[in-house]
């Protein structure tokens, strides 16, 4: 990339293959492969507990991407679909990770590391990028339960009017901070496997790094 006049901005979307290179692109190509095959194979599993059904006439009436919606199927089998599709996303934050890591090195001079190199620690550290956005959610949930218990709270005879007005400044910054959990969660979709691939963070630092991204880095976001 030396030499290559960056605006970090949207003019530099069309110069995305040539910086990420061919080695970028194969993990990507690995990640979200490996993620369809998954899901794939999921999806067929959750097709085959509906009475009726046989792995011939999915792939039959849906070909290559076989998909649960539209059918009537038992509760274990949407959640072995749901779970087909989470893992099939967090394999392509994986693969973000080990993009970012690559990216890494290979600005600090070391063409040499290798995508095996990047998996190998995205192995080491998978646990923030799973349970980094993970936290966020239980975060937001967190600020929802206590408003509904303060929302029962104030429905107390007599007592609740002034229940209900005296931590009304905390109801005011409770509730914008969830608001602002609820955007930092967005932003953690696109720039967790980053984090993870560049600072080497933990789960908790993985979140801090994210709070600040969205705080301090709006517009460019």
């Not at 080695?23 to 085959?48: A, E, H, P, Q, R």
């Not at 076989?66 to 509760?75: I, K, N, W």
């Not at 995508?115 to 998978?126: E, G, L, M, R």
């Not at 932003?187 to 705080?215: K, L, N």
Request: proline share 5%.
């Amino acid at each position: 990339m030396i030499g290559m006049n960056l605006y970090f901005d949207y003019r530099d979307i069309l110069k995305a293959p040539r910086l990420a290179g061919g080695k970028n692109i194969w993990i990507y190509l690995t990640g979200n492969l490996v993620g369809y095959v998954i899901y794939w194979i999921f999806t067929i599993s959750s097709f085959m507990l509906i009475d009726g059904i046989t792995v011939s006439n999915v792939i039959t009436t849906s070909g290559l991407y076989p998909c649960l919606f539209g059918h009537e199927a038992p509760v274990i089998s949407w959640i072995i679909y749901w779970l087909g599709i989470l893992i099939w996303i967090f394999c392509i934050f994986f693969s973000g990770v080990a993009v970012s890591r690559v990216t890494l090195n290979r600005l600090k001079g070391n063409d040499f590391f290798s995508s095996q190199d990047a998996w190998d620690y995205v192995k080491n550290n998978w646990h923030p990028v799973i349970f980094s956005s993970l936290t966020i959610i239980i975060i937001i949930s967190t600020f929802i339960l206590f408003a509904i218990i303060f929302a029962f709270i104030c429905k107390i005879p007599l007592l609740g009017p002034f229940l209900y007005v005296l931590p009304y400044p905390f109801y005011i910054f409770g509730s914008i901070f969830a608001i602002y959990s609820f955007i930092v969660l967005i932003v953690s979709i696109v720039y967790v496997p980053s984090i993870v691939g560049i600072y080497e963070e933990d789960t908790m630092g993985t979140i801090f790094q994210t709070y600040s991204i969205t705080t301090s880095q709006p517009w460019r976001i």
